[in-house]
């Protein structure tokens, strides 16, 4: 079906995926348990030939934030820290608390200054609940 503008396309896209949440995370959950190690190469490879724009995007996001960031930045070195030793479990073996329906990927700090408190995500709740008051990170 042609459409009248891109607007009208992407309102569509968008409609879209919103009737098909379920049926779209369940296939990307499948996509990705059966793509695991194409996927991983490929982050690893692009992680690898972007570095600058990764530190570009580091630095910029230090500079937006200011004294915030190093806040930020320490609780997520301790949650990540703890996960590595094994000492908490990887956000996967929880549902999402926002939708229940996805696998968690994310931890997410309502309050960063209070680092133990997490909530398992998935990134797409992730990504929303942080929409409603800041740029995600
Ligand atoms: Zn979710």
Redesign the pocket.
Known sequence: MPYKSREAKNANARKWRAANREKRLAYERQWRAENRQARNEYINQWNRENRDKISNYNAARRERKGDQYAIEEAARTKVNYRIRCGLWPKPGVFI?T??GS?EAQEYHHEDYSQWWNVEP??R??HVSRHSQTESID
């Open positions: 999402c926002d939708c996805a995500l998935c797409t709740c």
